[in-house]
């Protein structure tokens, strides 16, 4: 396994869109593929990274090695946490099997999720088994973080509002484990209930996160016993209460997903896609002059031009520079 140090280094290289680091990315892709990444989500304060720290704790003695991805600015693995919880999470930060990096909010090149994807790629590149990557469930990035992930664990807990965050938000559709933390505080079993009520009407209509199109035939994607069963679990993550049951289902889930070439090509259409858009884009918006978009603006601005007209016209210039002379 690469040094913890190298590694630090090759992120902040992807975070600030070095060549050089994206080049490394690259050239050590072969060596993906193996982590199993658990992507931990849920409303601000519901346990999340305690959870983790518990999860880790078993998952090393348990003999694997583990990373924790946290794209949470207020997380108590990042820079802005209470000094109390990090020294509580000291064990983990110097346990060399264990990996902890806080993922900079703003100002990644291509987002914050692109940049994810290309962490938790140079950490799996690293050769760490499991990787946690904690995001506040909230808003389409976090959804498309938790997209990255094997496995999705969306975290509730009980006394955060009358309804269940995790509808409001439209999270519950991407879970493959329900949790219910802080079960030692009033109202857990109302939040349990709730959940699984909510699952039940949801179950007919999607299959996890990862769509009924993940088995091999359409066959197999109609029969019952190819279902994930969504598992509602309680845990109590500062008194490791429920922590080993959570792990257990985590390996259950990964163990239900199998080899998951199918699903890996299937999630890899998407990043394809995703990537060539931003690369069409970046092409595109290298050969629009300064000068062409203000006048065409311009034209926008005195009515005489339509925007959608504009940027169909700046396209065409770029496909065709030709004809550019031509044009208003
Ligand atoms: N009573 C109780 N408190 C808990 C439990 N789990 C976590 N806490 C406490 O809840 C607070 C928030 O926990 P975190 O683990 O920081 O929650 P989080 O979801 O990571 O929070 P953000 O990253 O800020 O969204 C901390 O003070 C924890 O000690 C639990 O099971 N029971
Ligand atoms: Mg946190």
Redesign the pocket.
């Known amino acids: 396994m690469a040094a913890k140090r190298d590694l630090a280094r090759l992120i902040t290289g992807i975070e600030n869109g070095e060549p050089a680091a994206l080049r490394t990315l690259r050239a050590q892709y072969a060596l993906t593929g193996h982590a199993h990444v658990v992507g931990v989500t849920?409303?601000?304060?519901?346990?999340?990274?305690?959870?983790?720290?518990a999860l880790t704790r078993l998952a090393r003695r348990r003999g694997r090695t583990v990373a924790i991805i946290?794209v949470?600015p207020?997380?108590?693995?990042s820079g802005g946490a209470?000094l109390g919880?990090r020294i509580?999470m000291r064990d983990l930060f110097e346990d060399p099997g264990v990996f902890i990096r806080s993922m900079a909010n703003r100002g990644a090149p291509g987002g914050i999720a692109r940049a994810t994807a290309d962490v938790v790629s140079a950490i799996d590149a690293a050769g760490y088994e499991l990787i946690f990557v904690?995001t506040?469930g909230a808003g389409q990035s976090e959804v498309e973080i938790a997209r990255l992930a094997d496995t999705v664990v969306v975290?509730e807990?009980p006394g955060m509002g009358d309804d269940v965050q995790a509808i409001k938000a439209g999270i519950l559709e991407i879970a493959d484990i329900l949790v219910v933390?802080?079960?030692?505080?009033e109202g857990a079993e109302r939040t349990l209930s709730a959940l699984q009520a909510a699952l039940e009407i949801s179950a007919p209509l999607a299959a996890g996160h990862h769509g009924p199109a993940a088995p091999t035939s359409v066959a197999t994607a109609t029969t019952t016993a190819e279902r994930w069963q969504v598992p509602v679990l309680k845990?109590?993550?500062?008194?490791d209460?429920g922590v080993a049951d959570l792990l257990d289902a985590v390996e259950r889930h990964r163990h239900f997903l199998g080899d998951g070439r199918a699903r890996a090509a299937q999630r890899m259409e998407q990043e394809v896609l995703r990537r060539l858009r931003d690369l069409v884009w970046q092409q595109v918006a290298q050969h629009i002059s300064d000068a062409r978009l203000r006048a065409l603006a311009e034209a926008c601005a005195s009515r005489q031009l339509h925007p959608d007209e504009a940027a169909a016209t700046l396209l065409r210039e770029v496909f065709s520079p030709a004809s550019a002379d031509s044009q208003p």
């Open positions: 849920g409303a601000p304060g519901s346990g999340k990274s305690t959870l983790i720290a946290s949470d207020s997380s108590p693995f209470l919880d509580r904690e506040i975290v807990a933390n802080k079960a030692d505080r845990t109590v993550a500062t008194e209460v």
